[in-house]
């Protein structure tokens, strides 16, 4: 086989490899617009005013944090735990 050929191949095989690899929230991120906290423990928190627009907040662990005032538009929250959330 052609070195091009080779080569070519090793970069799709490559690019396959990097785009199965899931991906991880990562906890420890502060605060902000496309935060990806899904299935992170985020209680007792005090986000209020916090921009987490577009963010990923599925299966969190929000209970008791204030979110007063902040901007959630767009944010997926399927299986957060709200419990004791303050919103009002």
Same mark, same amino acid.
Request: with cysteine; hydrophobic share 40%.
């Given at each position: 086989? *052609?070195?091009a050929a080779r080569l %070519?191949? +090793?970069i799709c095989v490559a690019g396959a490899l990097c785009r199965a690899t899931p991906a991880? %929230? &990562?906890c420890s991120d502060k605060p902000g *617009?496309?935060? &990806?906290?899904? #299935?992170?423990?985020? $209680?007792l928190l005090v986000l209020s005013? @916090? $921009?987490?627009?577009?963010?990923? +907040? @599925?299966? @969190? #662990? +929000? /209970?008791? /944090? #204030? +979110?007063r005032k @902040?901007?959630? #538009?767009? %944010?997926?929250? &399927?299986? %957060? $735990?709200l419990s004791l959330v303050s919103v009002a």
């Open positions: 086989m *052609p070195y %070519a191949m +090793l991880y %929230a &990562d *617009p496309g935060i &990806d906290w899904h #299935d992170c423990k985020k $209680n005013g @916090a $921009n987490l627009t577009k963010s990923n +907040l @599925a299966g @969190a #662990d +929000l /209970t008791s /944090t #204030d +979110l @902040a901007m959630l #538009d767009g %944010a997926i929250m &399927d299986g %957060a $735990n």
